[in-house]
Nanobody, 118 residues
Framework: QVQLVESGGGLVQPGGSLRLSCAASGRTFSSYAMGWFRQAPGKGREFVAAINWSGVNMDYADSVKGRFTISRDNAKNTVYLQMNSLKPEDTGVYYC???????????WGQGTQVTVSS
């Protein structure tokens, strides 16, 4: 079972950038595809981005394509989400999870809050 801890959220102005990190415990991290999800206030959790086990293949929701970049460092058991050109609609709690395609597997971490506001 992989345990996950997200960090790096905060308050940023529209057009700004943030880099989220997700630290995973367990020796099987590099075996899993990983993804980022977000949940805006009053809405369900939605897929944001995913990366395969080797870091070669990435997938993005249309709403973030061209602005967000997912990456991973298997030596550090960490997956990242670089978010640029942030918009108010990117506001929400961001979570990482092991994934199968765009579908989460297993448990969630506590999430990290991202607020985009002037």
């Amino acid at each position: 079972q992989v345990q996950l801890v997200e960090s790096g959220g905060g308050l940023v102005q529209p057009g700004g950038s943030l880099r989220l990190s997700c630290a995973a415990s367990g020796r099987t991290f590099s075996s899993y595809a990983m993804g980022w999800f977000r949940q805006a206030p009053g809405k369900g959790r939605e897929f944001v981005a995913a990366i395969n086990w080797s870091g070669v293949n990435m997938d993005y929701a249309d709403s973030v394509k061209g602005r967000f970049t997912i990456s991973r460092d298997n030596a550090k058991n960490t997956v990242y989400l670089q978010m640029n050109s942030l918009k108010p609609e990117d506001t929400g709690v961001y979570y990482c999870a092991a994934v199968n395609g765009r579908f989460p597997l297993g448990s969630w971490g506590q999430g990290t809050q991202v607020t985009v506001s002037s």
